[in-house]
C-alpha cells in the first residue's frame, strides 16, 4: 500500500478527528448515488446472484465498476493530496477520472460543467442530460433490494490450503492494492480459504480484473513486528486475494 494505507504500527499520528456526519454537503449525496448507480449497472453482475441478466438492461454503461474500482481512482494521488481533500472529494475525482478514461465524457465537457457549477455556485440550476429508461431504473432499484454477490462458478481449485504456512508478496503498488504494507514478505499461515467466493480486482498492477480466490491469512504479531513491539497472546488475521501470496513458505 502507498504512504497513506501504511499507518499499521505507525506512531505519533497525533488526535484523529471524527466526522460525524455522514453527508457535509449536500453534493455529495449525489456522487454517493452516482456511485451505487455505477454498481447496480456494472457488467460483473452479470449471472451473479442473486440473477442478474445485464444484457437486458438498456444502458450503455457497459463496465465493470466495483468498490475496488473507485478505491483506485480515490486512492491514486500524491499522499499530500489525499490527506488534502475530504471523502467524497477523493470518491469525485476517482469516478470522473474513470468516466475520462473510458471516454463517457471528455475533458471539454467536465471542464465545460465544472466553470459552470462554478459560476452557478448550484448543481440544481445546471440542466442535466436525463432520459428516462424503466428498465435502467428497474435494475438500480433491484440492485438495491438484493445486493450483490461475490459467489461465482468456480473457475479453478484454490493453490493453498487451512493450515498450510504461506509468504506474502511483494507487488508493485501503481495502483490500488487491498494488501498491507506492513504484511509484505511476511510467513503467515492460511486459516479460511474462500474457494468459491471471488472478488473483482483492477489491474494491471498486481491482479489482473478476474475474480480472485480469496484467503483469511493468520499472522503472529511477532512475525510482522518482531518480539519488542507485539503484544503476547493476539492474533491478526487479513483476507487476502491468491495474487497477493507469493507461495509456499
Known sequence: MKLQHTLGGLQGLGPVDFQKKVFVEAWETRIFGIHTAMMALSSHLDGS?????MSDVPSTFKDIWTWADLRRGAEGISPFAYFQYRYYEKWLGGISGFFLEKGYIT???LTEFTEQYLKEGNMSTIPL??????????QIIKYLEEGDSGRRTQQQPPMYQAGQKVKIADPDCNDHTRLPGYLRNKIGTIDLVYPDCY?????PSDCLQTPQVSYSVKFEPKDIWGVEYSESGS????DLFECYIAGPA
Open 199 to 203: 472478488a473483482y480486482f483492477p489491474g
Open 129 to 138: 442530460p436525463f432520459k428516462e429508461e424503466q428498465g435502467i431504473d428497474t
Open 49 to 53: 446472484l442473486p440473477d442478474y441478466t
Open 235 to 238: 492474533t491478526i488475521y487479513a
Open 107 to 109: 475533458e471539454d465537457e
